[in-house]
């Protein structure tokens, strides 16, 4: 499986090798498309953040998506992206390190995870038909929840072409290996695992994961990635909805 990135011009998924962009020696990047970056340069340099939005709200809006959830979609992710980073620019007031950066990387034991799970993709989700929402609201109705102190996870796994494609959804918390599951749970093993962990600004929840998914995806290190299992980690800090904080755990090959 290729390790997609994203354009860090349009954000859009590089998931093939013909979509990378091109430089003055005829080799490749992966850091931009094709359609922004070719022989070394822009292919429109004068290009402002707010015309290369409504550019992409246009492309999404013919491809089905609601014109609005696009525009607010775009303008949630492209000012992470590397060509409208200020220079010198640090987003440590997302809680994210310079630049986007992991705020630092952990190696944890396995994992085994409880609650319900759904597939679907990101596509799916960005179009307003997605199933997270719905998920987390089923998970809370639930008869089976520990304590309201609890870690909740959010858990990614089963990827089948990284963040192009379909993957599992899992909304629930840490259960022992010996635990018995109410009946209609699901389970995800998490295997032992490096993490890059990115956190949140404090703020809506609404707007404060969405963010920090944005800053993971305009990461430069896409290629570190290892799609065994990605995590939402919410605790204390997340139990007020208008005011919470998220760390995001990414699978990464050994951090050196």
Known sequence: MMNVTVCQSC??????????????????????????????????????????????????????????????????QLPY?????????????????PCGEPVRYVTL?????AGLASRTTNAVEMSGQGSIGELWGRYFASEHLPSSEAVRYGCYTDYTDGIAGEYTILVGHEVGAADVLPEGFDEVQLPPA???????????MVEVVSEVWETVWAWGQQSDRTFTGDFEHYDE?????????????????EHK
């Open 11 to 76: 954000g859009m998924p590089l998931t093939s090798t013909d979509q990378f962009g091109t430089e003055l020696n005829g080799g490749t990047t992966r850091e931009y498309c094709i359609y922004c970056y070719k022989d070394g340069r822009f292919e429109q340099p004068g290009m402002s953040l707010e015309n290369m939005i409504e550019m992409c709200t246009s492309i999404l809006k013919k491809e089905g998506m609601d014109e609005e959830s696009a525009r607010s979609m775009l303008r949630n």
């Open 237 to 253: 800090r997340s139990l007020n909805p208008e005011q919470m904080q998220v760390d995001v755990y990414i699978a990464v090959k």
């Open 194 to 204: 490096t993490y890059a962990v990115f956190t949140s600004r404090t703020g809506p």
């Open 109 to 113: 034991p396995g994992k085994r995870l």
């Open 81 to 97: 992206l590397k060509r409208w980073q200020p220079a010198g620019h640090s987003q440590s007031a997302s809680g994210t390190g």
